[in-house]
């Protein structure tokens, strides 16, 4: 089975930072892209930030400059390093795993979800 264990959630202050981890197994970690989305109450979720297993990575505009996204593939972990947190980033953020089918990546493996929140 392909199991994904987000950690790292927890409650900070606008301009504080955290650091989400999500472990994996079940599935041969580096062949497959690895991504952060986050769901925040009464919206939709919505893609944070992707790292391929090549060099390619994505982030949101509204993160761009404050998240980073990392992988240590022999530790089978990918990473979200959040700063300069603002309220609007509260949300449950859920790691995905990637599968490729027909020569196309599909989000395919999902975790539990961790819960950030940002106060003012």
């Known amino acids: 089975q392909v199991q994904l264990v987000e950690s790292g959630g927890g409650s900070v202050q606008a301009g504080g930072s955290l650091k989400l981890s999500c472990t994996v197994s079940g599935i041969i970690f580096s062949s497959n892209a690895m991504a952060w989305y986050r769901q925040a109450p009464g919206k939709q979720r919505e893609l944070v930030a992707r790292?391929?297993?090549?060099?390619?990575?994505d982030y949101a505009d509204s993160v761009k400059g404050r998240f980073t996204i990392s992988r240590d593939n022999a530790k089978n972990t990918v990473y979200l390093q959040m700063n300069s947190l603002k309220p609007e980033d509260t949300a449950v953020y859920y790691c995905?795993?990637?599968?490729?089918?027909?020569?196309?990546?599909?989000?395919?493996?999902w975790g539990q979800g961790t819960q950030v929140t940002v106060s003012s």
């Open positions: 995905n795993a990637e599968q490729r089918r027909l020569g196309v990546s599909y989000p395919e493996w």
């Open positions: 790292i391929g297993n090549g060099v390619s990575i």
